[in-house]
């Protein structure tokens, strides 16, 4: 049977005065030296990215997403392909998500997990019926799990804990998340509290199924479960939460075992993400990797790292690239901009990916003005390979014990405008 021996976490460099940490975690599909940034792959793709282009990037890892799978092509598809990484001819590790953050999105509208304070929710903000702005509720929470209206075509489904580790079992994933709760900016500290005791019920239940689910597919590689840490912007609850899911246990063909990792969800306001990670950092066990659950910019990254999360995932890079804009050295530029029309030089001198090494911003603008996908590819593969390339050089100067310099350089050249 495969057991969670099969996954592990060995620790390398630690940075000075702080959480962050260098690592390597072992999987069945290959190895991830962290810290790592995990391009998203929400429906078993990185949107207008070729698999092998991907890898050509330098990505590690791929996260999808549960729900989405499961609407569409259905969790049953995949575990007959022999699960994700072969279902989207990726040659790495994967990860999925629970299913928790559609649980708050489809329940109030709100799309962003960092600093969900933006338009005014309808309702008053601090109540618990706070919904964003031309939304309706279609998600409604109760202590077993959620009902869920379908995005797609409007079917009425159920989420629990055993639900959302059936599914992912079945896609197959090297990483999956316990099911969880995610609450919004707008919650009342009560609504916290009530939350965080049922993410609590709902991780012990995930992991029982897991243990489960292990056994019954003896045949298949382990799949390791983190749990997933929540508590919005409070010290408190945060703590508590770690504490509660590292003390965790259930049995294992007759041998005792915890989560292989954790995952920090929740929402908060972005200057918050370092002192948040920070909290948790201090009460995880230090022999788990951690996962930040959806971040964005570069100092979000720093952030992230400097606290002492292993493991990120973002869609930034590609979303934005479908906007038209691409990052820099320099900072985040629009490329539909006038000034770009006849500019023959490349997104960024001296960037390795092979759109600077084969067109031009002037090629690039031309194929956006004239509403051609390929835009949205060519950024993408730049901004993937910028992101890729910055976070291999935050772990690299933090094994050569500079990262503090690079990390005021970097920025101040980012933000300098």
Same mark, same amino acid.
């Given at each position: 049977?495969?057991?969670?021996?099969?996954?592990?976490?060995?620790?390398?460099?630690?940075?000075?005065?702080?959480?962050?940490?260098?690592?390597?975690i072992h999987t069945p599909h290959g190895d991830i030296q962290?810290?790592?940034?995990?391009?998203?792959?929400?429906?078993?793709?990185?949107?207008?990215?070729?698999?092998?282009?991907?890898?050509?990037?330098?990505?590690?890892?791929?996260?999808?997403?549960?729900?989405?799978?499961?609407?569409?092509?259905?969790?049953?598809?995949?575990? #007959?392909?022999?699960?994700?990484?072969?279902?989207?001819?990726?040659?790495?590790?994967?990860?999925?998500?629970?299913?928790?953050?559609?649980?708050?999105?489809?329940?109030?509208?709100?799309?962003?997990?960092?600093?969900?304070?933006?338009?005014?929710?309808?309702?008053?903000?601090?109540? $618990?019926?706070?919904?964003?702005?031309?939304?309706?509720?279609?998600?409604?929470?109760?202590?077993?799990?959620?009902?869920?209206?379908?995005?797609?075509?409007?079917?009425?489904?159920?989420?629990?804990?055993?639900?959302?580790?059936?599914?992912?079992?079945?896609?197959?994933?090297?990483?999956?998340?316990?099911?969880?709760?995610?609450?919004?900016?707008?919650?009342?500290?009560?609504?916290?509290?009530?939350?965080?005791?049922?993410?609590?019920?709902?991780?012990?239940?995930?992991?029982?199924?897991?243990?489960?689910?292990?056994?019954?597919?003896?045949?298949?590689?382990?799949?390791?479960?983190?749990?997933?840490?929540?508590?919005?912007?409070?010290?408190? #609850?945060?703590?508590?939460?770690?504490?509660?899911?590292?003390?965790?246990?259930?049995?294992?063909?007759?041998?005792?075992?915890?989560?292989?990792?954790?995952? #920090?969800?929740?929402?908060?306001?972005?200057?918050?993400?370092?002192?948040?990670?920070?909290?948790?950092?201090?009460? @995880?066990?230090?022999?788990?990797?951690?996962? #930040? @659950?959806?971040?964005?910019?570069?100092?979000?990254?720093?952030?992230?790292?400097?606290?002492?999360?292993?493991?990120?995932?973002?869609?930034?890079?590609?979303?934005?690239?479908?906007?038209?804009?691409?990052?820099?050295?320099?900072?985040?530029?629009?490329?539909?901009?006038?000034?770009?029309?006849?500019? @023959?030089?490349?997104?960024?001198?001296?960037?390795?990916?092979?759109?600077?090494?084969?067109?031009?911003?002037?090629?690039?603008?031309? @194929?956006?003005?004239?509403?051609?996908?390929?835009?949205?590819?060519?950024?993408?593969?730049?901004?993937?390979?910028?992101?890729?390339?910055?976070? $291999?050089?935050?772990?690299?100067?933090?094994? $050569?014990?500079?990262?503090?310099?690079?990390?005021?350089?970097?920025?101040?050249?980012?933000?300098?405008?």
């Amino acid at each position: 049977m495969p057991k969670p021996s099969d996954f592990s976490f060995r620790l390398g460099t630690r940075l000075d005065g702080a959480h962050g940490r260098t690592g390597t975690i072992h999987t069945p599909h290959g190895d991830i030296q962290t810290p790592a940034y995990i391009p998203v792959g929400t429906k078993a793709t990185v949107k207008a990215v070729l698999p092998e282009v991907v890898k050509d990037l330098g990505a590690q890892a791929v996260l999808s997403n549960a729900y989405h799978l499961y609407l569409q092509p259905g969790p049953e598809l995949l575990d #007959l392909h022999g699960g994700l990484s072969t279902f989207m001819n990726w040659p790495g590790p994967t990860f999925t998500d629970s299913g928790g953050f559609q649980v708050m999105s489809l329940g109030s509208g709100f799309k962003k997990v960092i600093d969900m304070t933006g338009p005014e929710a309808q309702g008053k903000v601090g109540s $618990d019926d706070a919904v964003a702005p031309g939304k309706e509720r279609l998600a409604n929470v109760d202590h077993d799990g959620v009902w869920f209206t379908s995005h797609i075509n409007g079917d009425r489904h159920r989420f629990t804990p055993e639900i959302s580790m059936n599914i992912q079992h079945q896609l197959g994933a090297d990483v999956m998340m316990a099911f969880d709760e995610l609450t919004t900016l707008h919650n009342s500290r009560g609504y916290q509290v009530e939350s965080l005791e049922r993410t609590r019920g709902w991780a012990q239940r995930s992991l029982n199924e897991h243990a489960n689910l292990t056994q019954r597919r003896a045949d298949r590689p382990y799949q390791a479960l983190y749990g997933v840490i929540q508590g919005a912007q409070y010290e408190d #609850l945060r703590r508590k939460a770690c504490q509660d899911l590292s003390a965790m246990r259930t049995d294992f063909d007759g041998t005792e075992a915890g989560f292989d990792g954790y995952g #920090l969800g929740g929402a908060f306001e972005k200057e918050n993400l370092g002192t948040i990670v920070g909290w948790c950092a201090e009460e @995880l066990p230090e022999d788990k990797p951690r996962h #930040l @659950l959806g971040i964005s910019e570069p100092d979000d990254l720093f952030a992230a790292v400097e606290a002492g999360a292993d493991t990120f995932d973002a869609v930034s890079p590609t979303r934005v690239a479908r906007t038209g804009a691409f990052y820099t050295d320099h900072g985040r530029i629009n490329l539909p901009r006038a000034q770009f029309a006849r500019d @023959l030089s490349p997104l960024q001198e001296g960037c390795d990916c092979y759109t600077c090494q084969h067109y031009s911003k002037a090629y690039i603008r031309h @194929l956006i003005k004239g509403d051609e996908i390929l835009s949205g590819t060519l950024l993408s593969i730049h901004n993937l390979r910028f992101t890729i390339r910055l976070v $291999d050089t935050i772990r690299q100067t933090i094994i $050569d014990g500079d990262f503090y310099e690079f990390k005021d350089h970097m920025l101040g050249r980012y933000y300098s405008k």
